[in-house]
């Protein structure tokens, strides 16, 4: 018995020993400026680099990007964790790249973290400030002013946009795609901005474009696509993206072009940032420069990998958290970026978050912040300390993806098969209506029959980002076929209008995947992040043929923005405000909401989805009730609800 005890003891002192050292820090002071990387100051260059444990430091400046040899080479000064120089200005336009000893030999050389320039491809940095290169009025540039709670999202891809020959676009696969407005298909419908624009969305998400490993900018493009999921230096735009990546100040230039476009239509952009790991790790800026302090190790000293891409950076080391902080709102100030989506933001912790909230709603009051609350594998950081979905509740001023409401509509992202409410499956109707609730603590919802949650995890509706489709796994329109494929395209197009329906009047924020809007196919490829054009390209012409689907949704978007109760403020005017109504029948849900909660125009509107294969009698009393949505017939002749569809009536 004592031995048993003892030998209890000891395996509990191991393994909280090796909780301890999963965990572990390595303790550094944190450095309070904010001029790490280049400085451009009245008379002289500075340059800055955090390396505590280097024994020396070399500034190399070249000449250009392709020589071989320095035309000069400075030694940098220690600062405390800091190292410096300072230089004459008659090298500005030049490149540069430094050189860390560290433990009696020389790392790779490499740009510094905080890189804001380069040459094609990233090798070297340039000697430039991004500010002196702008667009003519770019000082008078603005912020996009959208409420969160007014917020409808768009997730487009830069290169997906404009590449396809019907885009009617001249710029295709570049940043000034987006500067080109009155574009047409072959059938002379619109497309780009002016289709964006008049859909009536508020943001545009554009996949990364911050300057990514997988593409070589200095190749033709013909055979090279990625989404942009490869971090290499995270202060510099994408050069494949510009018109000519050997030019440092062309994609600086463009992108702040395509901005102004998009800002002058009324719209936000937001970045997708991937801050959770690098594309590569020994020949990273970060681990050539200070090596083993920048990403998580388990216990046994080896890397860990909650990215599911060979490493996971420590958003709880103080000087990444700093890093993530200043790079976030240097695109905040200088590019007037109004919202970031992080990836795989499970991998980040709370505190981290947070502060870049914080911070980033002192420069942007209207900043839009959301993520996607898991992460690809197990992380050493505890789950209490990350910024899981779970967790979105102990996050200020950010959002989290719901799965619940995506999976709950159209069935498992990881089951090609897997149905759900709108296209055949059985017993979604708790998953959708938590997702409709805003994913937050309501009365009508009982936890117990949710597929993925067994309790709220948003604190205030627009802590939810609610959506059926993105770049990730099958289409919406992919997913309806490979789960009916005896199914008409009539039928598939109710099953997208009833989706896209559910979505779009939710509490929380409504996320779009671009195409979805009129039927947009992959040809069935799940995982697009490397396929070529042919799979990834948005077929524009799809408009024409599905001109039925897009108006329909411009509808549903008019209609959530004529009515504020679709977008309650809290979570105590939801629960106020939104009652579910009875509905015995399977696939069938219903509610009422209170206008007058919001001072919306109707102080009455009801919801019916009706997601059976066959019509349905709804009783509901239709005094002072009329169809805003639907068929305009119901409710005056019958209270018939046509099948695979959604009414909606407001008084």
């Known amino acids: 018995m004592k031995k048993t005890y003892v030998l209890g003891l000891l395996i509990l002192l191991l393994v909280q020993c090796n909780m301890k050292k999963q965990v572990s820090k390595i303790p550094v002071e944190a450095y309070s400026g904010t001029d790490l990387g280049l400085t451009f100051q009245q008379d002289l260059i500075q340059f800055k680099v955090f390396s505590p444990k280097a024994e020396k430091i070399l500034f190399n400046i070249y000449q250009d990007n392709e020589s071989e040899e320095p035309i000069y080479m400075l030694n940098l000064a220690k600062q405390n964790d800091i190292w410096v120089t300072r230089f004459s200005k008659e090298y500005e336009q030049l490149y540069y790249t430094i050189k860390v000893f560290y433990e009696g030999k020389w790392l790779s050389e490499t740009v510094d973290p905080y890189v804001k320039m380069t040459s094609a491809n990233g090798k070297r940095g340039f000697i430039g400030n991004p500010n002196k290169f702008s667009p003519p009025n770019w000082k008078d540039e603005k912020f996009a002013e959208i409420p969160s709670r007014d917020a409808i999202i768009y997730e487009l891809h830069v290169r997906d946009f404009s590449v396809a020959q019907n885009s009617g676009i001249q710029q295709k696969g570049k940043f000034l795609a987006f500067t080109e407005t009155d574009t047409k298909n072959s059938f002379g419908a619109e497309t780009g901005l002016s289709h964006i624009k008049n859909l009536g969305v508020t943001h545009i998400h554009l996949l990364p474009f911050f300057d990514y490993a997988s593409i070589d900018e200095t190749q033709s ?137 914080a911070e980033l709603k002192n420069i942007n009051p209207y900043v839009l912040l959301y993520g996607e609350g898991w992460t690809a594998g197990g992380s050493p950081l505890p789950d209490s300390l990350r910024a899981l979905k779970k967790n979105t509740f102990k996050l200020t001023d950010v959002a989290a993806f719901s799965d619940d409401i995506r999976d709950g509509i159209k069935g498992s992202v990881f089951e090609a098969t897997s149905p759900g409410l709108v296209n055949g499956g059985k017993g979604k109707e708790e998953s959708v209506k938590f997702g409709i609730v805003g994913n937050i603590n309501h009365p009508q919802i009982d936890f117990k029959k949710a597929d993925y949650s067994n309790s709220a995890w948003a604190a205030e509706p627009f802590q939810s980002i609610n959506y059926v489709s993105c ?164 409710g005056k002749t019958d209270a018939t609800i046509p099948k695979t569809s959604m009414v909606i009536f407001a008084n």
């Open 221 to 357: 493009l013909d055979d090279q696509y990625n989404w942009g999921y490869d971090p290499q230096n995270y202060n510099t735009p994408e050069g494949s993206y510009s018109t000519d990546p050997t030019k440092p100040e062309a994609r600086v230039v463009e992108l702040k072009q395509a901005i102004q476009a998009i800002h002058k239509q009324g719209l936000g952009v937001v970045m997708d940032v991937v801050y959770n790991h690098t594309f590569n790790t020994e020949n990273s800026s970060f681990e050539n420069t200070y090596p083993g302090y920048y990403f998580r190790k388990n216990a046994d000293s080896t890397l860990s990998n909650a990215s599911g891409c060979g490493n996971e950076t420590a958003s709880d080391q103080v000087m990444f958290q700093k890093f993530m902080i200043e790079s976030l709102k240097f695109w905040a100030k200088e590019y007037k970026i109004d919202g970031f989506r992080f990836d795989l933001m499970g991998i980040h912790d709370i505190e981290t978050m947070n502060k870049i909230a």
């Open 471 to 634: 770049h990730d796994n099958l289409t919406l329109y992919d997913k309806l076929k490979e789960t009916n494929p005896t199914s008409s395209e009539e039928e598939i197009l109710a099953m997208q209008k009833l989706a896209l329906g559910i979505v779009l009047t939710s509490q929380g924020i409504p996320f779009l995947h671009a195409g979805s809007e009129f039927l947009r196919s992959k040809n069935g490829v799940e995982n697009s992040y490397k396929s070529p054009d042919k799979i990834n390209q948005i077929d524009w012409d799809l408009i024409s043929k599905n001109e039925e689907l897009l108006k329909d949704v411009q509808k549903l978007i008019e209609i959530r923005k004529q009515h504020k109760a679709f977008a309650f403020e809290s979570a105590e005017q939801v629960r106020a405000g939104l009652k579910f109504l009875n509905t015995p029948q399977n696939n069938v849900i219903a509610y009422e909401l209170n206008g007058n909660l919001v001072d919306d125009t109707s102080s009455k509107i009801v919801v019916i989805i009706n997601a059976q294969r066959r019509a349905i009698k709804f009783p509901i009393d239709f005094l002072n009730l009329k169809p805003i949505y639907g068929d305009p017939k119901i």
